[in-house]
Every structure is written in structure tokens, then in C-alpha cells.
């Protein structure tokens, strides 16, 4: 028995689902990069989705889902943006893998516009706090793809599936199906994968670099489904525009 090549294969089922559905080489992953956020607003604190640190023009920003500021969090309704601001509001988010690091943020970005993912529309379901504390450095933040993906690519949701087991995956494989202004879809290498609360969690290249923000699926979980994110270029156009604020 070749012993090498079965504890390669067991560290790859650490990082990557192993379905059999696809064998190509998941990305390398940076630590600290991926946090478990607790919203704080207006005094209500509750536990929703998934944040993640991403550098853009040597700023570090804490970017997750919108939608997460409603019922889909723990809130009677949708927030908007400048309702967000108006409030007091932060997050603490606790590093997703190790869960030994966490990180503070009251440095909420408006966001115009931002708005519920609706069928495929997800652009502007997104939501930026920039941080600013110590515990986190910028080469040691995710970075943003250089280009898009096509319809074809293998890309990597990096989240915490619900259910998680220690010694489960934190990156699970899917296949692009569709890309547009305004929507990244892909189909996961299976079904079973339960993606519940896992919007606001990037989506990597095989880089390891951020192409999309998960903010749910599209169709039937467990049946027929895709997963449905932010796209990269919509994302840059967020960051760009809250930064030059």
C-alpha cells in the first residue's frame, strides 16, 4: 500500500469535500480569514452567517451579507443601509477554524443601494465594516481575483457547513454554471452539502483568491440546486465606491 498517497488523500478531505465529483487541487487557505460574526444592533446581539477579512488598496474590510440585518439574522425586519448607520452597530467575529482569534469592528460603510438578493439579482446584497484593530495584518487577508471565473471553472465555497464535525471541510468544491453583472452561480460537487448559514462566506478560485460572496442558493436544497453569490467585479465596485468616502 502506497501510505503516502492515502495521507495525502486524507489531507485533502480535511480542506476539500471529498464527494469524488471532482479531483482537481483545492486552494491553499490563509488562516484567520474566515470568522463566525455576532452583530450587535441597537443593544440586540445575535449570531448570523459567515464574515470574512479581505484586503483592497491596502485597507483591510470585514465584508458579509446584507440580508443578515433582517429576518434572516435575528431582526423583525430588513434594515437598510442608512437605517444600519443610524444605529449602533458592530461586529465581533470569531475565526471560524481554530475559533481561538477574534476581531471588533464599529466601523460599519454605507453601502447605497444595498438591497435582499431577489431570484438571481445578488450585486448589491453586501455589507462592509472596515477594521482597523491589530490583530488582524493585511498580507495575512484575503485578496481579491485579478479576473473572473467562467462558466466551467472549479471554484470553492470557504465556509463552516452546518453540521460541522471536527475533521469536516472547510472547502467545498462546486462548478460555475452561470456568471453575469449581477449574479455567480455554481453547482456543488453534491447535493448533500447543507449550506444553511453560510451567506456572507467568500468564494475562492483556485488561487485561493475571492471571485464571490456566498448569499444563499437558487432552487431546491437536497434536490436540484445552485449556489448564488455576489460576483468579484460587483464586490470591487462596492469596495471602491465606500472607499473613496
Known amino acids: 500500500m502506497n501510505y503516502k498517497k492515502v495521507l495525502s488523500s486524507m489531507a485533502c478531505c480535511f480542506l476539500v469535500g471529498c464527494s469524488g465529483a471532482d479531483s482537481k487541487t483545492p486552494p491553499s487557505i490563509k488562516l484567520n480569514t474566515l470568522f463566525k460574526p455576532e452583530f450587535t444592533v441597537d443593544g440586540h446581539q445575535y449570531k448570523a ?33 442608512q437605517e444600519i448607520a443610524s444605529s449602533s452597530v458592530s461586529v ?31 450585486d448589491k446584497d453586501i455589507t462592509i465594516f472596515q477594521y482597523t484593530g491589530s490583530e488582524l495584518k493585511i498580507a495575512d487577508t484575503l485578496d481579491l ?37 449581477d449574479r455567480l452561480m455554481y453547482k456543488f460537487s453534491s447535493r448533500f452539502f447543507d449550506v444553511r448559514a453560510t451567506s456572507g462566506a467568500p468564494v475562492l478560485n483556485s488561487a485561493g483568491d475571492v471571485v464571490g460572496m456566498n448569499v444563499g ?25 465606500v472607499g473613496k468616502k
Request: cysteine-free.
Open 145 to 181: 481575483a485579478s479576473s473572473t471565473v467562467k462558466v466551467g471553472d472549479t471554484v470553492w465555497l470557504y465556509a463552516k457547513l452546518k453540521g460541522h464535525q471536527e475533521g469536516d471541510a472547510f472547502l467545498h468544491p462546486a462548478t460555475v454554471t452561470d456568471m453575469a453583472d
Open 49 to 81: 452567517g459567515h464574515l470574512f477579512a479581505v484586503n483592497d488598496r491596502r485597507e483591510i474590510y470585514l465584508v458579509t451579507a446584507h440580508h443578515l440585518f433582517g429576518p434572516a439574522g435575528d431582526l423583525e425586519r430588513q434594515y437598510s443601509s
Open 217 to 241: 442558493i437558487h432552487g431546491i436544497p437536497l434536490i436540484w440546486f445552485d449556489g448564488l453569490a455576489n460576483p468579484l467585479n460587483a464586490i470591487k465596485a462596492t469596495l471602491d465606491a
Open 92 to 122: 465581533n467575529g470569531l475565526e471560524r477554524i481554530n475559533e481561538e482569534m477574534s476581531i471588533v469592528s464599529d466601523d460599519y460603510l454605507v453601502v447605497e443601494n444595498a438591497t435582499v438578493m431577489a431570484g438571481k439579482k445578488a
